[in-house]
């Protein structure tokens, strides 16, 4: 354990000093202004505040670095192993399922990219794991009455619950799956398990009574969901569940086809009462094996049942929600809650063999599954399944914004979708569209940025009688712009034609390339 725990701290760990990309950098400006601001930065970016709220302090305590904005997405991803080993082996009685669990935990390129992001998204899939683990483990007993939790224990799933939603309002897709999964098992379930499942329906309900301070935000954010639509397209449903929309591998058809045939054989052999004699491999152990199978499987299948409900109910509403233009929810970020599923499932899947060195080789044989399944070839390429130990955007911003002349004033292009709405003078003023070079992080003189310009519409519209005064004074200008390729140079032209058009004759002297962020150096034209 403690190597796949090696393991996933340097895959991770490795990339934590990269320049933080676009949507990072909103996290940066967030939590550069005064605290009182924080809620409203946040909502400007469609963003719950509690997670801006959680990492306010640390930059002031331990200086401003692309690490320290990574720590509480680090901790949380390396955490996530070991709660997915932890949770494994309580369910599975097998230390060689957890320790392989992790080992997916730690090896899977999606938890390492969110692990690095300054985002919610690392610590929403660990606390989902927890939330998850106090709704599901009743589930697990398979000997008396499971017992009716204390106020303790349901103090926390309520909180918990609620801290899930104020981290990401997504994770209302989670708590729904939660919901319905309670209400089934309390009602439908057996009576063993009726009365805590029913106490965690009344949880459930005090958890979306924490909530409603929300709803005017979500409301605002529902308003403007069109915007978010140009990047979120309708897609088939079996790309959720095969092509990595939501993290299900393929890896796991491997023991699953294995489950399958031991429980359909062993359910088939029953039925036709066949005699044992003739089921049973040349060493007479086949059909113990293949009936010992069968057994743990039936005796987890409320576990089963509560990881299959919380994969497909948030996946299946995600994807109706899209389809039937509701609300463009079909996206892998806001999936994320679904991450620990499969992997529980894998480790599941893993404790299944009754002896210890069958676990082991389906433990193996899995791992090495995962990793061969992300092994780089065409067809994985084009559905972007393939994994890789670079996962990291490409936005170098801090050579960028650093390489970036300060004496002259600087018209940014952040490429954000919300830009393209404000009215010309909003997108000329409001720091919200320029701030990636407005953070502490990454500084940049913010006397000297003139205007945002949008991705699409007039650049004069947005260029200020002020922010042409700058530019004849300084004799040029700097644009930054997210725009890519040839693309920045079209930019460029056009700022320029708009400069020119407006009596400041400027020409592009200079255009540097960071990543998927371009500097274009204007300068003024000889007279």
């Known amino acids: 354990m403690l190597i796949v725990l090696a393991l996933a701290a340097a895959a991770r760990g490795w990339q934590a000093t990269e320049s933080l990309w676009v949507d990072e950098l909103h996290t940066a400006w967030v939590i550069s202004g005064p605290f009182h601001e924080v809620a409203q930065r946040a909502g400007q970016g469609n963003q719950s505040p509690l997670f801006f709220a959680a990492i306010y302090p640390l930059p002031r305590l331990c200086g401003w670095h692309e690490v320290t904005l990574r720590a509480v997405s680090l901790v949380s991803g390396v955490g996530l192993v070991v709660a997915v080993a932890l949770v494994t082996r309580r369910w599975t009685g097998s230390a060689w399922a957890g320790v392989a669990a992790a080992a997916l935990a730690a090896t899977d390129p999606r938890l390492m990219y969110y692990s690095l992001e300054v985002r919610p998204y690392a610590l929403l899939i660990l606390l989902?794991?927890?939330?998850?683990f106090l709704a599901i483990d009743p589930a697990a007993s398979r000997k008396g009455a499971a017992r009716r939790r204390g106020l303790v224990a349901s103090a926390a799933f309520v909180?918990?619950?609620?801290?899930?939603?104020w981290l990401h309002y997504t994770a209302a897709l989670y708590l729904v799956a939660v919901f319905l999964f309670a209400l089934g098992m309390g009602t439908l379930g057996p009576a063993r398990l009726r009365t805590v499942y029913r106490q965690w329906v009344v949880a459930l309900v005090l958890t979306a009574a924490l909530t409603l301070p929300a709803v005017p935000h979500v409301a605002a954010i529902a308003a403007r969901?069109?915007?978010?639509?140009?990047?979120?397209?309708?897609?088939?449903?079996g790309f959720a569940v095969w092509g990595g929309l939501a993290p299900l591998d393929w890896c796991l058809l491997v023991p699953l086809l294995l489950v399958l045939l031991a429980?359909?054989?062993?359910?088939?052999?029953?039925?036709?009462?066949?005699?044992?004699?003739?089921?049973?491999?040349?060493?007479?152990?086949?059909?113990?094996?293949?009936?010992?199978?069968?057994?743990?499987?039936?005796?987890?299948?409320?576990?089963w049942t509560g990881i299959t409900v919380w994969y497909v109910v948030p996946v299946l509403s995600a994807w109706l929600a899209t389809t039937l233009d509701?609300?463009?929810?079909?996206?892998?970020?806001?999936?994320?809650?679904?991450?620990?599923?499969?992997?529980?499932?894998?480790?599941?899947?893993?404790?299944?063999?009754?002896?210890?060195?069958?676990?082991?080789?389906?433990?193996?044989?899995?791992v090495v599954a995962?990793?061969?399944?992300?092994?780089?070839?065409?067809?994985?390429?084009?559905?972007?399944?393939?994994?890789?130990?670079?996962?990291?955007?490409?936005?170098?911003?801090?050579?960028?914004?650093?390489?970036?002349?300060?004496?002259?004033?600087?018209?940014?292009?952040?490429?954000?979708?919300?830009?393209?709405?404000?009215?010309?003078?909003?997108?000329?003023?409001?720091?919200?569209?320029?701030?990636?070079?407005?953070t502490k992080l990454y500084?940049?003189?913010?006397?000297?940025?003139?205007?945002?310009?949008?991705?699409?519409?007039?650049?004069?519209?947005?260029?200020?009688?002020?922010?042409?005064?700058?530019?004849?004074?300084?004799?040029?200008?700097?644009?930054?712009?997210?725009?890519?390729?040839?693309?920045?140079?079209?930019?460029?032209?056009?700022?320029?034609?708009?400069?020119?058009?407006?009596?400041?004759?400027?020409?592009?002297?200079?255009?540097?390339?960071?990543?998927?962020?371009?500097?274009?150096?204007?300068?003024?034209?000889?007279?």
């Open 225 to 237: 969901r069109r915007l978010w639509q140009a990047f979120i397209p309708q897609r088939d449903f």
């Open 159 to 165: 909180l918990l619950g609620a801290t899930l939603f």
């Open 443 to 527: 500084a940049f003189p913010p006397e000297r940025i003139a205007a945002a310009l949008p991705t699409r519409g007039d650049y004069g519209a947005a260029i200020s009688p002020k922010a042409l005064h700058w530019v004849r004074e300084s004799g040029g200008a700097v644009l930054i712009t997210r725009v890519r390729g040839q693309g920045a140079r079209v930019a460029a032209a056009r700022l320029a034609d708009a400069l020119r058009k407006r009596g400041a004759v400027v020409n592009v002297t200079q255009v540097r390339r960071f990543g998927g962020v371009t500097v274009v150096d204007l300068g003024a034209a000889p007279r």
């Open 263 to 303: 429980v359909g054989g062993f359910a088939i052999r029953r039925f036709f009462g066949q005699r044992r004699r003739r089921n049973q491999g040349a060493n007479g152990r086949l059909g113990p094996i293949w009936r010992r199978v069968a057994r743990r499987f039936r005796n987890r299948r409320f576990v």
């Open 326 to 366: 509701f609300a463009p929810l079909f996206y892998p970020r806001y999936l994320l809650t679904v991450a620990p599923a499969p992997l529980l499932a894998g480790g599941l899947l893993m404790g299944l063999p009754p002896l210890a060195w069958q676990r082991g080789a389906v433990a193996v044989v899995l």
């Open 128 to 132: 989902t794991l927890c939330h998850a």
């Open 370 to 438: 995962a990793i061969a399944f992300r092994l780089p070839s065409p067809s994985l390429d084009a559905a972007g399944l393939t994994w890789r130990p670079v996962v990291r955007s490409n936005e170098r911003w801090r050579q960028a914004i650093a390489a970036a002349p300060s004496d002259r004033p600087a018209f940014v292009q952040a490429g954000l979708i919300e830009t393209d709405e404000f009215a010309n003078a909003r997108l000329a003023a409001d720091p919200y569209a320029s701030y990636p070079v407005r």
